[in-house]
Antibody
Framework: QVQLQESGPGLVKSSETLSLTCTVSGGSISNYYWSWIRQPPGKGLEWIGYIYYSGSTNYNPSLKSRVTISVDTSKNQFSLKLSSVTAADTAVYYC?????????????WGQGTLVTVSS | DIQMTQSPSSLSASVGDRVTITCRASQGISNSLAWYQQKPGKAPKLLLYAAIKLESGVPSRFSGSGSGTDYTLTISSLQPEDFATYYCQQYYSTPNTFGQGTKLEIK
C-alpha cells in the first residue's frame, strides 16, 4: 500500500520561502506523476503542480512564478518550494500520486500539513 | 482555466436518503471528471473517475453520471459514514480545477 507523508516547517515568515518534502513509502516513485495540492482553512482545493519521476514538471499558471517542484528518486521523495509567501499561502499542503491513467487525477494522498504564514 | 460549479453548496439529509450532487464545467470536459470525499481533518479520497467509474474499494451506493459540461454524483442510500464534503474535479486540461465543494450534513 503506497503511503505519502509530508514534512517541513509549520510556520513560515511572510516574504520567505516555504519548503516541504513528501516521502513515498510502500512503492516506488518511478513511473508516476506526483503533485502538490493545497487547501486554505475552510476553503476548497487548489492544484499547485506536478513532477514526473524523470524530473519534468508542470505548474499551475497562477503560482508558476513562485513554485519549484523537484524529485529525488534515490530517497523516494519529492519537494515543493514556494517563494515570496504571503498570508494567502496559509493552507494545508497535500502531496498526492497520480494513477497511470491520468497525470491530473489523484489516487493516493498524504495526510496533509498545515503551513501558516506569519507576518 | 475551466471553472467547476457545484450545487448545492450544502445539503441536509437523513440516513437512508438518496442524494444527488451536481457539477457543471464552464466548457466540455469529455467525461474527465472525478469525485472526491473529504472528512474533517483528512485528505480527500477518490471515489469516482471518468465520470462513472468507481475507484477500487468504494461502495456501490456511489454512482456517477453525466456528459459534456454537466455531471452528477448520486449516493443511493446514505450511510452514517457518508456525511462529509464532496468535491468534483476536472482533469481534462491543465490546470486541473476543483468545484467549491458540497457539504453533506445530517438532518
Amino acid at each position: 500500500q503506497v503511503q505519502l507523508q509530508e514534512s517541513g516547517p509549520g510556520l513560515v515568515k511572510s516574504s520567505e520561502t516555504l519548503s516541504l518534502t513528501c516521502t513515498v513509502s510502500g512503492g516506488s516513485i518511478s513511473n508516476y506523476y506526483w503533485s502538490w495540492i493545497r487547501q486554505p482553512p475552510g476553503k476548497g482545493l487548489e492544484w499547485i503542480g506536478y513532477i514526473y519521476y524523470s524530473g519534468s514538471t508542470n505548474y499551475n499558471p497562477s503560482l508558476k512564478s513562485r513554485v519549484t517542484i523537484s524529485v529525488d528518486t534515490s530517497k523516494n521523495q519529492f519537494s515543493l518550494k514556494l517563494s515570496s509567501v504571503t498570508a494567502a499561502d496559509t493552507a494545508v499542503y497535500y502531496c498526492a500520486r497520480s494513477p497511470i491513467i491520468s497525470r491530473l487525477l489523484f489516487d493516493y494522498w498524504g495526510q496533509g500539513t498545515l503551513v501558516t504564514v506569519s507576518s | 482555466d475551466i471553472q467547476m460549479t457545484q450545487s448545492p453548496s450544502s445539503l441536509s439529509a437523513s440516513v437512508g436518503d438518496r442524494v444527488t450532487i451536481t457539477c457543471r464545467a464552464s466548457q466540455g470536459i469529455s467525461n474527465s471528471l472525478a469525485w472526491y470525499q473529504q472528512k474533517p481533518g483528512k485528505a480527500p479520497k477518490l471515489l469516482l473517475y471518468a465520470a462513472i467509474k468507481l475507484e477500487s474499494g468504494v461502495p456501490s451506493r456511489f454512482s456517477g453520471s453525466g456528459s459534456g459540461t454537466d455531471y452528477t454524483l448520486t449516493i443511493s442510500s446514505l450511510q452514517p459514514e457518508d456525511f462529509a464534503t464532496y468535491y468534483c474535479q476536472q482533469y481534462y486540461s491543465t490546470p486541473n480545477t476543483f468545484g467549491q465543494g458540497t457539504k453533506l450534513e445530517i438532518k
